[in-house]
């Protein structure tokens, strides 16, 4: 396998941490939590001049590569992709690649391999919100610092609890990537999105009763057109969507309230108490009165 990697002897505040091999084998390959996903190796090139690498093979590991300063270019797939800052690329493990940072203004980057074994699905879905390669997610000092909480641990050392920590942490990382709408609670986001407007019109709702051609007339889409794009997104129809959110409101009721399940129901425009008596045990996988007493809220007769 050709590797080159050509920079200077270091960059002014680089950091980097390399995990042992041993440590890899001994507890993350074999732990029930680190086993999932777990990083391999992590860092921080400030001002990168020169860095250039060039793997003909590609790496074991799966690779992140977000960009907060500067510029720098990615060939993957017979492909180049100029980098700026606020965009960041996946390189998938095994997959030749080069990369470098810009000659007048080299970048400043955040990297880490990781592996695991769900590590592929997790690519898959980075690589869903991938825009030729590089999306463009808005700065955020939550996600440095979330960077910077996983390094700080892990150069702590190598106990099985740091380990897990620092790991789990990750999650959360990696979901300010994929999710970044949520990670910023972007309302512009959610605006723009006919998904997100019909689940907040049916949270408005939630006591009412409504039908497909008025969610779809909320967001002025057609039916057809409405229904796929919602079930593309939450995996769900609109309406069954809606009712999982009747049923999430019904848990706060037989938490906090003494309403009968006939009242409730009511309170979720629902007439046949025992047509959500049924919703409610499909979903819940228990009757609103076997889940009221085992969460301790007080019991009425019905």
Same mark, same amino acid.
């Given at each position: 396998m050709k590797l080159t990697i050509k920079k200077r002897a270091g960059f002014d505040g680089q950091r980097l941490i390399v995990v042992p091999k041993k440590i890899g084998t001994d507890f993350l390959t074999k732990d029930p939590i680190t086993k999932h996903i777990y990083i391999t190796d992590i860092g921080y090139y400030p001002k990168a001049h020169h860095h250039y690498v060039d793997r003909t093979q590609g790496v074991a590991q799966h690779i992140i590569i977000y960009c907060v300063e500067g510029e720098g270019w990615v060939s993957l797939d017979k492909k180049k992709v100029h980098i700026s800052p606020s965009q960041f690329i996946v390189i998938p493990a095994n997959k030749a690649h080069k990369y470098g940072a810009d000659e007048n203004n080299p970048w400043t980057i955040y990297w880490v391999h990781f592996?695991?074994?769900?590590?592929?699905?997790? #690519?898959?879905?980075?690589?869903?919100?991938?825009?030729? &390669?590089?999306p463009h997610i808005s700065y955020n000092e939550n996600r440095i610092k979330l960077f910077e909480e996983i390094y700080n641990n892990l150069a702590n050392g190598y106990s099985s609890d740091n380990l897990r920590y620092v790991n789990m942490t990750f999650y959360h990382f990696l979901s300010s990537l994929i999710y970044e709408d949520k990670f910023n609670n972007n309302a512009a986001a959610t #605006?723009?999105?006919?998904?997100?407007?019909?689940?907040? &019109?049916?949270?408005?709702?939630?006591?009412? #009763?409504?039908?497909?051609?008025?969610?779809a007339q909320a967001v002025n889409l057609s039916v057809s057109y409405f229904s796929a794009l919602f079930r593309q997104q939450t995996g769900y129809s609109p309406i069954e969507y809606f009712n999982h959110l009747k049923v999430q409101e019904a848990c706060q009721y037989l938490s906090f309230s003494t309403l009968s399940v006939k009242e409730m129901a009511a309170?979720?425009?629902?007439?046949?108490?025992?047509?959500?008596?049924?919703?409610?045990?499909?979903?819940?996988g228990m009757s609103?009165?076997? &889940?009221?007493?085992?969460?301790?809220? #007080?019991?009425r007769e019905n």
């Open positions: 592996k695991g074994h769900i590590s592929d699905h997790v #690519v898959g879905l980075l690589q869903q919100h991938l825009q030729n &390669y590089r #605006v723009a999105n006919p998904v997100n407007i019909t689940i907040k &019109y049916m949270q408005s709702k939630i006591q009412e #009763v409504i039908t497909l051609q008025e969610l309170k979720l425009g629902i007439e046949d108490q025992y047509y959500f008596s049924r919703m409610f045990s499909k979903l819940m609103p009165t076997e &889940y009221r007493k085992k969460n301790g809220a #007080v019991t």
